[in-house]
Each structure stands twice: as structure tokens, then as C-alpha cells.
């Protein structure tokens, strides 16, 4: 007994007043690192441009009432979330039954499947987008198959297009479903499927009534970020799209590195976080809403 | 557990395909022993990865781009580590705002972050150094690390280290008997998620490197743009071999499923 109440006074020590302070190297690298050049690209973008002096330090909204009002950046953002958007959906409609059947399969299967679903994670984006420009290309693989086969006659165009770029970015952001609805499912409770089936209820009941409902808001969150990432990808539609079709994040590469009105380029970049942001907390409401709703 | 019928066979293996098609082609066509990117290929040579040697701008850049990796995924261990420790067990006030704060790369588009870096490194006189980019990198691969580590201090049982202290162990001796080994699988498995992050990095970097400081993914990107020769996609079959070696060492160290569940979880 005496040795436990030796004990007790250096177990109490606190270690508290230690611990803020191994933050304190990390904290004040991401102080430097990181918030003081995103304060300093929100100035820059609100700074003026001129081809001869360069960036002038003066603070007005021109750069946004010009990308606001003019009708190219109004086509270059409409087709930015058009493909965010359709790559968000495309993810939804096939993840969430590949999620489901991947949950079913036997374990020695499935590890394999996560490894060919989730493998590519950690192959460059570069690389496999160029995997798909072979695939797409005029004399690529698929047309190539096709045209042997007799389907076609003439290449199909699919390089330098937004339905190409949707292709690839699905395949890029399709793990991030997968991921995401697949933790959902493990949360549900197999029993109500048994309980759905012994009540007569066909395979596509239990999974419209009973599996889809419970896997919602893994979808919704994978859709989040599905979306997040894939409006500001700059890999895939660059390589994919070339000068043809242009995105958000490849036309603000070309102010930066090309035309160099890095005040411009600085608000685009600026109104496409706003309006990602944007986005993502209509979409969270209206479903929160719905699904509140039906549930209620 | 109920076992999947035949759609869903089938459905599972169409998705197989689909997954694997842009990197089965890539391998296929880096075997070719013609000048352009033909699949399948109609021989089996090796001419395009003896070109790789010959060719000294991708040499460079796949060095640089193995130092870039080592040296930031190694100081964001040192950064990422106490600060794992401190968030996962301490209860100081403005805990939260540190780890947000310390994720926030994983939800800032990349893009704006490369403008960013570029931004302050050409007014600091980085720009284009590697110096300039081993920072950046650091801040990029930083959150991937702490997760983990985060992760593996959470279950950490506090006994061990309270008997090791009440028999007068020193905080270091604490730490480096105790604490590291406990956390060591979470720690290996974030340093190579944050070393592969690093070295696959493309919309940040293309932004903040010059000529001499060119990666290999930037290297690649920009020849893409240019012209297409089987060379590309030989570099890639070298990239990706090097991945998959990667994944089988963590897979001993850590477990693959654990390192890949917690990588879509951003």
C-alpha cells in the first residue's frame, strides 16, 4: 500500500502545460506556410495589373466585376460545374451499388476489389490521365476496337472534350464514393435486410427500401467531396482538354504562368473556392431538409 | 451475410474493368517497340525504358523528386508528431482551431494553394529553390501524417507511460521507450502516405518549380502537352511499379486496407 501512495503525487503531475507547446513548431509553420500566402493571394486579387508596371498595389474590385461580367469566364465556370456536377452524379450512380455488392462479397474477394478500387489513390493523377488519353484518343484504343469491329466508321471524338474530361475525373474520384458509402453501410445493422426479406420483400425492395436509405448519407458526404475536388481539378481536364476546353483551375494557370495578371488569376481562384463553398452548403441544407423530412 | 448474384458479378466486374483499363493500358503500350503509343503492343521490347536513361531531363526530375519526397515527408514527421501527440491526449483550449488548422490543405483546393505558395515564395526570393518547395511540401503532406498519427493516439492506454514516470523515467526516456513504439505502425504508415502524396504532387508544384527544380510529375505533364511517345508512358510504368513496391512494404508494416480506408476518409 505504501508504494501506491508514493505513487499517487507523480501520477498527478500534470503534463497539461507541456502539451500546447509541441503544437507550438507545427502552429507557427502553418502561421507562416500557409495563412500568411492565402491573406496574401486575397490582397493580390484585389490588386490592379498592368502590362508595363506589373502588379500595382492599389485595392479595388476591378478584377471581380471583370470576371463577373464578362461572358467567357461566365462559360468557363458554367462548364466547370457542368462537369463537376455530372461527375458527381455519375460517382453516386455507379459507387453506391459498387459500395453495396463490395460489402457482400466474401472477405479474401473483397480484398481484392478494394485494392483495385482503391489502389489507384496512390498512382498519380498524371499518369493515369494519360492512361486515358490512350484510351480516347481518335486513333486510340476504344475507337480503334470499334472501328475493327465494324461499330463505327469514323473516330468517335472524345479527346478535347468535357465528356472525356467527366470520364477520367470519374475514374479519378470514384474511390472517394466508394470510401465514403461503404463506411455508411457498415454502420447499418444487416438484420433489418433479414428482417425485410423474411417480410417477402424482393432483392430490389430490400435494396430501395432498406439498404439505399441507410447508405444516403454516405452518398451525400462522398458527393461533397466528389464535387469539391472535381470543380477544382487542374491534372486531368488540362491534359484532357488541352487550350480546347477550358476549365476554372486550368484558365488560372494560364493567367499565372502565361498572361501573368496574377491579380485576375488571384479572383477567379477566389470566386471558385467562394462558389464551391456556396454550393456545398445549399446542397447540405436542401438535404438535411429532405431527409429530415422523410424521416421525421 | 448474403452472397451477390449474378448481376451483381457481373456489375463488380465491368467497375474491375473500367478501374484498371487506364493503367493496364499505360504498361502495355511502355512495351512497344515501335515510335508511338500503340495497344497492344505489337512486340515486346525494352527500347523505351533504356530511353528513360538516355534521357537526362526525366532522370533529374524523378531525383529531384525522391530527395523533395524524403526530405518533406521526414520533417512533417518531426512537425506532426508532438502535435499529434498534444491534440490526440490534451485538453488546452484551442485545441480544435489547431487541428483544423493543421488539416486545412486536405480542403483548400489545390490550385488556390499553388498560387498561394507562388505568391509568397517569389516575395520571400524562394521561388524555384527547393528549399521554397520542401516547405510547401511539408504544409501539403502535413495533414495526411497527422491523421494517422492522431488515429493511433487516440487508443493510446496512458498506464504504461504513467508506471514508466512514476519510476522516474525521464519525459524523453517516456517518449522513446513507451510513447513511439505504441504510436510507431501509425507513424510508418503516415510518413509513406505523406512520402507518395509528396511524389505524385502535380497542381501545387507546377506552379513553384523552375527548370532546375522541375518533378518528375511536372516533367511528365509538361512532355505530355508537347508531344506523345511511348516515352511517357514508360516513366509511368516505372512510377507505377514504384508504387505498388511502396504498397507492398506498408502492407507488411502498417496494413494496406487500414493506410487506403483512412486515405478517402478527407
Known sequence: ?296 | MKHNGPFAVAFLLVFAIFMLAPIVVVIGVAFTPTGFLEFPPSGLSLRWFRAILDNPDFMHAAWVSLKLALVAATVATAFAVPAALAIGRGSFRGREVVQSLLMSPLMIPTVVLGIAFLRFLTVMGLNGTFFGLMLCHTVIVTPFILRLVLASVVGLDKSAERAAISMGASDWTVFRRITLPTILPGVVGGWVLAFITSFDELTVTVFITNPSTTTLPVRLFSYIAQTTDPLVASVSTVAILFTVVLMVVVDRLYGLDRLLIGEGKR
Open chain 1, 1 to 296: 500500500m505504501s508504494i501506491a501512495s508514493t505513487d499517487t503525487p507523480r501520477e498527478v503531475a500534470p503534463p497539461v502545460p507541456r502539451e500546447p507547446l509541441l503544437c507550438a513548431p507545427a502552429l507557427a509553420l502553418f502561421l507562416v506556410m500557409l495563412l500568411t500566402p492565402l491573406i496574401m493571394t486575397l490582397v493580390l486579387s484585389f490588386n490592379s495589373f498592368d502590362f508595363y508596371e506589373g502588379i500595382g498595389s492599389t485595392f479595388s474590385l476591378a478584377n471581380y466585376t471583370e470576371v463577373l461580367g464578362d461572358r467567357y469566364f461566365y462559360e468557363i465556370f458554367g462548364r466547370t460545374f457542368a462537369i463537376a456536377l455530372a461527375t458527381t452524379a455519375i460517382c453516386a450512380i455507379i459507387g453506391a451499388p459498387a459500395s453495396y455488392f463490395l460489402n457482400r462479397m466474401d472477405p479474401f474477394w473483397r480484398s481484392i476489389m478494394v485494392l483495385i478500387v482503391l489502389g489507384p489513390l496512390l498512382i498519380s493523377v498524371v499518369v493515369r490521365t494519360l492512361g486515358w488519353a490512350i484510351l480516347l484518343g481518335n486513333r486510340g484504343v476504344i475507337n480503334t476496337a470499334l472501328m475493327n469491329i465494324g461499330l463505327i466508321e469514323r473516330p468517335l471524338k472524345m479527346m478535347y472534350t468535357s465528356g472525356g474530361i467527366v470520364l477520367a475525373l470519374v475514374h479519378v474520384m470514384i474511390p472517394f464514393m466508394v470510401l465514403a458509402v461503404w463506411a455508411a453501410l457498415q454502420r447499418q445493422d444487416p438484420a433489418t435486410e433479414a428482417a425485410a426479406e423474411s417480410l417477402g420483400a424482393g432483392p430490389f425492395t430490400v435494396f430501395r427500401r432498406i439498404v439505399l436509405p441507410q447508405a444516403m448519407p454516405g452518398v451525400l458526404s462522398g458527393s461533397l467531396i466528389v464535387f469539391a475536388l472535381s470543380a477544382s481539378a487542374f491534372a486531368t481536364p488540362a491534359i484532357l482538354g488541352g487550350r480546347r476546353v477550358k476549365v476554372v483551375a486550368t484558365s488560372v494557370h494560364d493567367e499565372f504562368m502565361n498572361t501573368l495578371n496574377w491579380p485576375l488569376g488571384a479572383a477567379m481562384a477566389m470566386i471558385l473556392v467562394a462558389a464551391i463553398l456556396i454550393t456545398m452548403i445549399a446542397w447540405s441544407r436542401l438535404v438535411e431538409d429532405r431527409v429530415g423530412r422523410a424521416y421525421a
